[in-house]
């Protein structure tokens, strides 16, 4: 948690208790009541194990051996963590593949784990955990989330509490998010999981590390991409390296919230949508995070100018909030407590690129 008085009101409100909501998606009148949209249903009251290794991802307490049929896996284009670095793994019952049918949002089958362990300099501080409990997405309960706090030791973890998450975690400044918080991010897209996906798993990985390729040599796609629709997606060959980093940075750190299927998708923040679209990357004009930024203007919190302003990134309200650290203009909304300075960088090198 930041140290500093006014912000961390602004964010104490925005991550505990609170329901998260800014201007755009709370209901008339609403500054800090109840979420209607990401409360904790109890249908997974049933379901929370107490431990890390209670959910299957290791052998032992201390996570120093990963079960054999667990894979590990890093997409391309990663949240930025305020510098923590990360592991990523995912597991699928045997037998099960994933409903691809929509390349752009992929279903998984019921009983999928996924996780991810954040690490703040040397000390191992969460590992996150998410589960399907039941087939529809859309349902209530339908995924499970929940963290563990590594304790000291770093040999054993406990649940952290889904209601508040912890601040400053094992001694860092990191912060566990709360179970709401889980969801705002996550339920802005329909099938729940946003870092598998194809767009960020399309690249040739490290040694190790599941990519598209080797799940789709594996057969855990049920369509897979063919040469047809695939089985690759390039951006269009025009695309510049700093058009590719930029849109690969805002579809994975922006596009979660900001795409057609999320909640905070509205005339209010624009019809802005910064998540790529295996459909829409033929030119780079038809890229949604070009198209529906170069040409339209901010219309919430008085930052009513141009989003995007080819040639002047400081006269754009993208790049105003992503240096803003005040809820409810810092973008992304919440998740960090610094500013990302080579997110940022690569922004800037996008908006200040010749036309
Ligand atoms: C600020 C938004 C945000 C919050 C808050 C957040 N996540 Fe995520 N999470 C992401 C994004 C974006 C990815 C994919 C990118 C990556 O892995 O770097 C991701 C990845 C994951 C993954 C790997 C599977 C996937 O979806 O790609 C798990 C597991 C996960 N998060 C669990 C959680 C849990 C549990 C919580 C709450 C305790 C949580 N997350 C809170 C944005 C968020
Ligand atoms: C957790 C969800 C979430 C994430 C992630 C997120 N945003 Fe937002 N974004 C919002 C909300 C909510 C608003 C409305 C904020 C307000 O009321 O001022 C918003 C507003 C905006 C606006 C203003 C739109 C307008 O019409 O005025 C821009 C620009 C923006 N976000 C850019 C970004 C960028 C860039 C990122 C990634 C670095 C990002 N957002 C990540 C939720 C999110």
Same mark, same amino acid.
């Given at each position: 948690?930041?140290?500093?008085?006014?912000? !961390?009101?602004?964010?104490?409100?925005?991550?505990?208790?609170?329901?998260?909501?800014?201007?755009?998606?709370?209901?008339?009148?609403?500054?800090? @009541?109840?979420?209607?949209?990401?409360?904790?249903?109890?249908?997974?009251?049933?379901?929370?194990?107490?431990?890390?290794?209670?959910?299957? #991802?290791?052998?032992?307490?201390?996570?120093?051996?990963?079960? /054999? *049929? =667990?894979?590990?896996?890093?997409?391309?284009?990663?949240?930025?963590?305020?510098?923590? /670095?990360?592991?990523?793994?995912?597991? #699928?019952?045997?037998?099960?593949?994933?409903?691809? $049918?929509?390349?752009? &949002?992929?279903?998984?089958?019921?009983?999928?784990?996924?996780?991810?362990?954040?690490?703040?300099?040397?000390?191992?501080?969460?590992?996150?955990?998410?589960?399907?409990?039941?087939? *529809?997405?859309?349902?209530?309960?339908?995924?499970?989330?929940?963290?563990?706090?590594?304790?000291?030791?770093?040999?054993?973890?406990?649940?952290?509490?889904?209601?508040?998450? =912890? %601040?400053?975690?094992?001694?860092?400044? &990191?912060?566990?998010?709360?179970?709401?918080?889980?969801?705002?991010? &996550?339920?802005?897209? +329909?099938?729940?999981?946003?870092?598998?996906?194809?767009?960020?798993?399309?690249?040739?990985?490290?040694?190790?590390?599941?990519?598209?390729?080797?799940?789709?040599?594996?057969?855990?796609?049920?369509?897979?991409?063919?040469?047809?629709?695939?089985?690759?997606?390039?951006?269009?060959?025009?695309?510049?390296?700093? *058009?590719?980093?930029?849109?690969?940075?805002? &579809?994975?750190?922006?596009?979660?919230?900001?795409? +057609?299927?999320? %909640?905070?998708?509205?005339?209010?923040?624009?019809?802005?949508?910064?998540? #790529?679209?295996?459909?829409?990357?033929?030119? !780079?004009?038809?890229?949604?995070?070009?198209? /529906?930024?170069?040409?339209?203007?901010?219309?919430?919190?008085?930052?009513?100018?141009?989003? !995007?302003?080819?040639?002047? +990134?400081?006269?754009?309200?993208?790049?105003?909030?992503?240096?803003?650290? $005040?809820?409810?203009?810092?973008?992304?909304?919440?998740?960090?407590? /610094?500013?990302? %300075?080579? @997110?940022?960088?690569?922004?800037?090198?996008?908006?200040?690129? %010749?036309?």
């Amino acid at each position: 948690m930041r140290s500093w008085g006014s912000v !961390v009101i602004a964010l104490a409100l925005a991550a505990c208790g609170d329901d998260g909501k800014s201007v755009v998606d709370a209901p008339a009148g609403d500054s800090d @009541g109840p979420c209607t949209t990401c409360v904790d249903t109890g249908v997974d009251a049933p379901f929370a194990p107490t431990t890390l290794a209670d959910t299957g #991802l290791c052998a032992d307490a201390a996570c120093t051996t990963v079960q /054999t *049929d =667990v894979r590990e896996y890093a997409p391309q284009y990663q949240l930025y963590a305020d510098g923590s /670095t990360k592991r990523r793994w995912i597991w #699928l019952p045997p037998g099960t593949t994933i409903d691809t $049918t929509d390349m752009n &949002h992929w279903k998984f089958p019921v009983g999928t784990k996924v996780w991810k362990e954040f690490t703040r300099g040397t000390v191992r501080v969460e590992t996150r955990f998410m589960t399907k409990l039941s087939s *529809d997405d859309a349902a209530p309960g339908a995924w499970f989330y929940a963290s563990y706090e590594w304790n000291a030791a770093q040999n054993a973890t406990t649940l952290a509490s889904p209601q508040m998450g =912890v %601040p400053d975690a094992n001694g860092t400044q &990191h912060d566990i998010p709360s179970r709401s918080n889980c969801r705002r991010c &996550h339920e802005g897209v +329909p099938g729940r999981v946003l870092g598998f996906q194809a767009i960020s798993l399309d690249f040739a990985a490290p040694a190790g590390q599941l990519d598209l390729a080797d799940a789709i040599a594996a057969n855990l796609l049920s369509a897979p991409p063919s040469p047809t629709n695939g089985p690759y997606f390039p951006f269009p060959a025009a695309a510049t390296v700093a *058009d590719r980093t930029a849109f690969g940075y805002l &579809h994975a750190n922006c596009g979660g919230c900001h795409n +057609p299927q999320a %909640p905070v998708y509205s005339a209010l923040t624009s019809n802005m949508s910064l998540r #790529l679209d295996v459909t829409k990357l033929g030119t !780079v004009a038809m890229i949604p995070a070009r198209a /529906t930024t170069v040409g339209n203007n901010g219309t919430v919190s008085g930052m009513n100018g141009p989003i !995007v302003a080819p040639g002047n +990134p400081g006269g754009s309200v993208m790049i105003m909030r992503m240096n803003s650290l $005040t809820f409810p203009t810092k973008m992304p909304e919440i998740g960090t407590e /610094t500013t990302d %300075p080579a @997110g940022i960088a690569a922004i800037t090198a996008w908006i200040n690129q %010749p036309p």
